[in-house]
């Protein structure tokens, strides 16, 4: 089983900054794709950005030139660096990982964590 926990999250007023980060950890053999998701209270969960093993990152426009996503292949890690937050980001951050755990590819979440944005 793959483990994926996220830490990071909390309060910030309009114009300042939160950094994510989520590990996984557990019956990881190979880690493909790492990436970001958010949900905001009565609206879809969205894609914010995601990094592959090897290619290019993806960015959500909403977040383009705001974000930047990351990741540490020896920690099996990825950061989600959030700059001139918007009120509009207040939502629930997933990390989420597709990895292969020596039997087969998954997709892996974790629990999430809050980022509120105050004006």
């Known amino acids: 089983q793959v483990q994926v926990v996220e830490s990071g999250g909390g309060l910030v007023q309009a114009g300042g900054s939160l950094r994510l980060s989520c590990a996984a950890s557990?019956?990881?053999?190979?880690?493909?794709?790492m990436g970001w998701y958010r949900q905001a209270p009565g609206k879809q969960r969205e894609l914010v950005a995601a990094i592959p093993s090897g290619g290019t990152t993806n960015y959500a426009d909403s977040v383009k030139g705001r974000f930047t996503i990351s990741r540490d292949n020896a920690k099996n890690t990825v950061y989600l660096q959030m700059n001139s937050l918007e009120v509009e980001d207040t939502a629930v951050y997933y990390c989420?990982?597709?990895?292969?755990?020596?039997?087969?590819?998954?997709?892996?979440w974790g629990q999430g964590t809050q980022v509120t944005v105050s004006s």
């Open positions: 557990g019956s990881v053999f190979q880690i493909n794709t």
């Open positions: 989420t990982v597709v990895a292969y755990n020596g039997r087969y590819n998954g997709r892996y």
